[in-house]
């Protein structure tokens, strides 16, 4: 959907430092959703937002948080990076159940 | 609990071949919908089909085409004809009916490598 977009599309950071990724819609989508992608894991929900700041916790949210204070805007930030957080991270907004995903953002922590 | 089960992994056929994709899934809700994605090469997850638990009818859009059983709980995916384009990561996802959200659950994913 290019009503979704991401950024930034890759990035390399070390242990320890905060990251924020950035998710941005033009589709006034209420509901929004943060995923990592992983081999062998599929697609697995780490945050969602309900509405502004309305968010709650998915399946893998330890060591994220999220935060949505305008419609188009859900950012999802890594307190203090760590390796296991090395992976592809996908937004997604959608209505009447059906989610649309943004292109991705790669991050590598070393 | 839900669950998706793409059993699998990797499929390779070569061009103009048929291919059928399964999909088993696992829900206590009576009312459901079921989804699949495909993952090209550069990345992207672009959502293919969205069906409801209570229309077992078949859909085809083209060469693909997806068979919904409930009595077996599954929803396959066929595509006829294969091309090179069609090599992806294909996924498929429950979902609840009802509702705006949809906390999706994923399978793991099927590679499809189609060779010329």
């Known amino acids: 959907d290019a009503g979704i977009t991401q950024s930034p599309r890759h990035k390399v950071t070390e242990t320890g430092t905060p990251v924020t990724l950035r998710c941005h819609q033009t589709?006034?989508?209420?509901?929004m959703y943060w995923y990592r992608q992983d081999p062998g894991h599929g697609l697995r929900l780490i945050h969602y937002?309900?509405?502004?700041?309305?968010?709650d916790k998915g399946e893998v949210s330890d060591g994220y948080s999220v935060s949505r204070s305008k419609t188009e805007d859900f950012l999802l930030t890594l307190e203090s990076a760590t390796s296991s957080q090395t992976s592809v991270y996908f937004c997604?907004?959608?209505?009447?159940?059906?989610?649309?995903f943004g292109p991705g953002t790669r991050l590598t922590v070393l | 609990a839900q669950k998706v089960t793409q059993a699998q992994t990797e499929i390779s056929v070569v061009e103009k071949e048929d291919v059928t994709l399964d999909c088993v899934y696992e829900t206590r809700d009576t009312t459901y919908y079921l989804f699949w994605y495909k993952q090209p090469p550069s990345g992207e997850l672009v959502f293919l089909i969205r069906r409801n638990s209570f229309d077992e009818q078949n859909e085809i859009s083209g060469r693909y085409s997806w068979n919904f059983q409930k009595s077996t709980s599954s929803f396959n995916f066929t595509i006829t004809a294969s091309q090179v384009v069609d090599s992806a990561v294909y996924f498929c996802a429950l979902g609840p009916f009802g509702g705006a959200n949809s906390k999706l659950t994923f399978g793991k994913g099927i590679t499809l490598s189609v060779r010329p």
């Open positions: 937002s309900y509405g502004v700041k309305d968010t």
């Open positions: 589709e006034n989508h209420r509901y």
């Open positions: 997604a907004g959608g209505e009447d159940n059906t989610q649309y």
